[in-house]
């Protein structure tokens, strides 16, 4: 799929395209804007600050928070013996809906859009490779995809589910599901899909970030990880990265 192509969700293909925080335009990324503190050396840490601060806001109307359901979709992932990749993926699939120009709450009160699927997507290939980032990317046309694959599935959704589903364009038509199904990552984002309706137990008790950071810093690509390593080595860094 070339940088022009669209998905079936209407969404531009996994491309090359500027790279921007979760929800902004490319030159608005507070993260990098004039002013703006720099990214740290470990995007692990700026993942678990956007879990500790932005996560911590409510859920598109659930009875859990933004972190919440990240983190009980990463361990429904993670009970299901899943594949690293794919525990990332479920982990990570909204951390688009964090911040940005449109938000989570402008999708449930205005009816706009924040495509997070894709900013997400587009965010998290600074440091992870397309096995974490094309679910991601697909997991809101997974959405749509089952309400027309699979008879039943649309009443398994959650009242907001609908609410967004609607939103985003509604069931595919059988010509975009067919489509949707040869996609790389697609079986991926069914997948994650599943795990992301189940993922909304406001008693569910489930790990918290810090349990889910060897796996993530296991999936970085190589340059971060060579950094997260020199790092660890620098002088006065303790323990060093090659301590037992």
């Known amino acids: 799929m070339n940088a022009g192509s669209r998905t079936p969700d209407g ?9 921007a925080a979760p929800g902004t335009t490319a030159g608005t990324d507070p993260l990098t804007a004039p002013g703006a503190a720099p ?24 009875e859990v928070t933004q972190a919440e359901h990240m983190l009980q ?8 013996g899943a594949p690293a990749h794919l525990v990332a993926a479920a982990l990570l699939h909204d951390i688009g809906h964090f911040h940005g120009t449109v938000t989570g709450r402008d999708l449930m009160e205005e009816g706009l859009d924040d495509r997070h699927s894709h900013t997400g997507a587009d965010w998290l290939a600074r440091w992870f490779g397309p ?28 009242e907001a589910s609908v609410h967004t589903l609607r939103v985003q364009g509604g069931p ?35 790990p918290d ?27 006065g860094h303790w323990p060093p990265s090659s301590a037992p």
């Open 11 to 19: 969404g531009p293909g996994p491309g090359p395209a500027p790279v």
């Open 39 to 62: 990214d740290p050396l470990d995007p692990l840490d700026l993942l678990a600050a956007l879990f500790a601060g932005e996560g911590a806001a409510e859920y598109l109307g659930e």
């Open 73 to 80: 979709a990463g361990a429904l992932a993670e009970a299901a």
């Open 131 to 158: 096995q974490v980032t094309e679910p991601v990317r697909l997991h809101v046309a997974a959405k749509r995809y089952l309400c027309t694959a699979e008879p039943g599935y649309l009443g398994l959704l959650s």
């Open 172 to 206: 595919m038509t059988p010509r975009q599901a067919r489509a949707f199904e040869v996609l790389p990552g697609a079986a991926d984002a069914v997948a994650v899909r599943r795990w992301d309706e189940r993922a909304k137990d406001p008693l569910g008790v489930t």
């Open 209 to 235: 970030f810090a349990h889910f950071r060897p796996l993530l810093a296991g999936l970085l690509l190589a340059r971060d990880r060579g950094r997260l390593t020199a790092a660890a080595d620098a002088p």
